[in-house]
């Protein structure tokens, strides 16, 4: 009898312990969530024009207050508009600082020129480029975020921006307001 008293004073006192820890990681936890929403809603380019790293630190800036939401040039005026909505503020101009808005594009290597050196596959942030040194290297065009980070290292100027193919997997309705502004 006495040990599953033990063990019921053990539970309630667990379940205090969990209450606590909830109500003080609460404030953490909201930070974390609006990140991570705010992160489902950039394009994933990890293009670094918007001064971070990436576009999840770039979501925690802004989840922060350290960054404004006008800084993806891949994103656009679409992106900025539902960053706003999210977070309940004014949407603004795309900051020219960081770039302007383009078509979504893709990078191809012309594989006649490419001499193999692997500097872009070093470059790409998410991994779309296959190939093996000093053999020819191509780009996986459904992987492709279209940052260009693979041209500037490339020593043979083989790298070229082309728009992206249409997807169907990628494409949904716009939104009405995304279709009249």
């Keep these: 009898m006495s040990v599953v008293i033990a063990m019921a004073v053990l539970a309630v006192g667990a379940l205090g312990a969990a209450r606590i820890l909830i109500a ?4 953490l936890r909201g930070s974390h969530d609006v990140a991570l929403r705010i992160d489902r809603l950039l394009p994933q380019t990890q293009c670094g024009r918007c001064l971070y790293a990436g576009c999840r630190p770039y979501a925690e800036a802004i989840a922060r207050g350290e960054a404004r939401i006008n800084q993806c040039p ?6 900025i508009r539902r960053l706003a909505r999210l977070l309940g503020v004014e949407p603004l101009a795309l900051n020219p600082r960081h770039g302007t808005e383009v078509p979504a594009s893709v990078v191809v290597i012309d594989e006649e020129t ?3 050196c692997t500097k872009c596959i070093q470059a790409c942030p ?4 296959l190939g ?6 191509t780009v996986i065009a459904a992987d492709c975020t279209g940052c260009e980070l693979c041209i500037p290292p490339c020593p043979v100027d083989c790298i070229a921006v082309v728009p992206a193919p249409a997807a169907t997997h990628a494409w949904r309705w716009p939104t009405p307001a995304e279709a009249s502004g």
């Design 114 to 116: 490419c001499i193999g």
């Design 126 to 129: 998410v991994d779309a480029i």
């Design 24 to 27: 003080t990681a609460s404030p």
């Design 132 to 137: 093996a040194a000093r053999q020819m290297h």
């Design 74 to 79: 891949p994103g656009g005026a679409a992106t």
